[in-house]
T-cell receptor, first 114, second 109 residues
Framework: SQTIHQWPATLVQPVGSPLSLECTVEGTSNPNLYWYRQAAGRGLQLLFYSVGIGQISSEVPQNLSASRPQDRQFILSSKKLLLSDSGFYLC?????????????FGAGSRLTVL | GQNIDQPTEMTATEGAIVQINCTYQTSGFNGLFWYQQHAGEAPTFLSYNVLDGLEEKGRFSSFLSRSKGYSYLLLKELQMKDSASYLCAAMDSNYQLIWGAGTKLIIKP
């Protein structure tokens, strides 16, 4: 069966510190992978998506970056966090290829930057 | 521009029926999704409509009118566990999802 793991679940980081959120998918090959941020009262904001290893598309200019070192691994990073980076981050995957594929989300990572 | 509108919050009574509306404007259209999200948890898929009409799935049904840019999610026989946010998302011509801010549904006994 297909599963998605995302960690850490919560973290509190000082301004200017680095960030690494990790996401792995099991039970599927060549998935499309996504990083979203969810702010209170706003729709899900797509940050990055990837259709294959090393292929990253950025939707919003910011101090975050993403990498896909392996087929089923997606990492969200920052070298220096800002206060505005606080939020709920969600990793998701869909079956590979284009089309109206259903997204399956990880449990989320709640980041608080102080 | 692309836009999704849905009510911010709704309240309903346990055992009753509630309809959550969603209107959308997108560049092209490849379907309309509904997701359920309990507080502090990840969204989970409920339904997908790409053709006009009503799709029924147990207590939940979803309707789409492409000509009106309109969808609704209908929840019957409401249970306390249905208290959650319901997210509407439309897929544009590039297969990108445009998300609404979500409707928080409060169920009262």
């Amino acid at each position: 069966s297909q599963t998605i793991h995302q960690w850490p679940a919560t973290l509190v980081q000082p301004v200017g510190s680095p960030l690494s959120l990790e996401c792995t998918v099991e039970g599927t090959s060549n998935p499309n992978l996504y990083w979203y941020r969810q702010a209170a009262g706003r729709g899900l904001q797509l940050l990055f998506y990837s259709v294959g290893i090393g292929q990253i598309s950025s939707e919003v200019p910011q101090n975050l970056s993403a990498s896909r070192p392996q087929d089923r691994q997606f990492i969200l990073s920052s070298k220096k966090l800002l206060l505005s980076d606080s939020g709920f981050y969600l990793c998701a995957y869909s079956e590979g290829g284009s089309g109206a594929n259903v997204l399956t989300f990880g449990a989320g990572s709640r980041l608080t930057v102080l | 521009g692309q836009n999704i509108d849905q009510p911010t919050e709704m309240t309903a009574t346990e055992g009753a029926i509630v309809q959550i509306n969603c209107t959308y404007q997108t560049s092209g259209f490849n379907g309309l999704f509904w997701y359920q999200q309990h507080a502090g948890e990840a969204p989970t898929f409920l339904s997908y409509n790409v053709l006009d009409g009503l799709e029924e799935k147990g207590r939940f049904s979803s309707f789409l009118s492409r000509s009106k840019g309109y969808s609704y999610l209908l929840l019957k026989e409401l249970q306390m566990k249905d208290s959650a946010s319901y997210l509407c998302a439309a897929m544009d011509s590039n297969y990108q999802l445009i998300w609404g801010a979500g409707t928080k549904l409060i169920i009262k006994p």
